[in-house]
């Protein structure tokens, strides 16, 4: 949804989940890349918006492999209550921040009664931080009687994120909030040596 206003969605059943084989980058340095029926799609979200404002979303499932429910920049008053989640990225709020010099934002949302099962994450924040990135804010998101089962990341703030030209290795800086939820897990707190200056950068923030 782009540019839209005051949106609603009642009873709908989204079942996207691609089966389709695609190429990937490989961890080992002398072959790139790889053919792998491991590697499926993504971006299958169930829901994205963009400058909208006003979206309900009400008595939905949703079966993907990627977010569930996923506000982009700009996007105001929302109200998701009685959402289903299987095998998804969780309910996210961006992210925001990606484009040098651009002002986001998303506010006023209210999450109630979500369950998340099988997933990657739950209930997920995301923006950038560090240099030649943009700014702005998540502002007022209330997550009301969330179920999350057998996912990895229930709670998650994703504080900056970028990919390193030289390797290609996601760097991932976690808020502290989302290790004590996770029962500070050694391997979320470690961050690797190619991020080590996105860390420091945060920090200054």
């Not at 499926?40 to 169930?46: F, Q």
């Not at 390193?164 to 760097?171: A, G, M």
Request: proline letters at 5%; glycine letters at 6%; a negative charge.
């Amino acid at each position: 949804m782009v540019r839209t206003k005051n949106v609603v969605f009642d009873d709908i059943y989204i079942d996207a989940v691609s089966t389709n084989v695609s190429v990937r980058f490989s961890p080992e340095p002398c072959n790139p890349f790889t053919n792998s029926s491991q590697s499926l799609p993504k971006n299958t979200d169930g829901f994205d918006t963009l400058n909208v404002d006003g979206l309900t979303v009400t008595n939905t499932r949703v079966n993907v492999g990627d977010d569930c429910f996923s506000p982009k920049p700009n996007t105001t008053n929302i109200l998701v209550k009685n959402l289903w989640c299987n095998g998804t990225h969780g309910v996210s709020m961006g992210s925001i921040g990606q484009y040098p010099g651009v002002k986001d934002y998303i506010s006023n949302a209210w999450i109630e009664n979500v369950t998340l099962l099988n997933g990657e994450n739950g209930a997920r924040l995301k923006a950038w931080a560090g240099p030649n990135v943009g700014y702005g804010y998540i502002d007022n998101i209330t997550y009301k009687d969330i179920h999350i089962e057998n996912t990895d990341h229930p709670v998650v703030l994703d504080q900056v994120s970028a990919i390193t030209t030289e390797s290609r290795v996601r760097c991932t800086l976690t808020s502290r909030l989302t290790v004590l939820l996770q029962h500070q897990r050694d391997d979320v707190c470690e961050v690797p040596k190619q991020c080590q200056h996105h860390e420091r950068e945060l920090h200054q923030h």
